[in-house]
């Protein structure tokens, strides 16, 4: 049963630094580039500025459970392997993260 409320696309946007890390894959040792994901989400990492709970306190809740729905519980993503909606900006210094997500 729907509820009525449609979703509205927006971008969770946060900078990173992009590390190297190493784990071992099939007995051997892997380099990967990571960015670590950011843990508390505020109003400022979205964009979409005209959702309902803007004003509500539980606004970063909505912010992290529609990442969550995108990147599952991930604390750090592969640059070089990212799931779908994500994108790494490497121009700068930090790398800026962009998340599509559905709120």
């Not at 190297?20 to 040792?29: A, M, P, T, Y």
């Not at 529609?66 to 790398?95: K, Q, T, Y």
Request: charged letters at 30%.
């Amino acid at each position: 049963m729907s509820s009525g409320l449609s979703k509205s696309k927006a971008r969770i946007t946060f900078k990173a630094k992009i590390e190297n890390e190493q784990r071992f894959l099939d007995g051997k040792l892997v380099w990967r580039r990571v960015v670590r994901v950011k843990q508390k989400l505020q109003r400022r990492d979205c964009d979409l500025r005209q959702h309902g709970a803007i004003n509500s306190n539980m606004y970063p809740a909505f912010l992290k459970r529609a990442m969550a729905e995108v990147i599952g519980n991930a604390r750090s993503l592969d640059v070089d392997a990212l799931p779908p909606g994500v994108s790494v900006d490497e121009s700068e210094f930090l790398a800026k993260v962009t998340v599509e997500v559905l709120l």
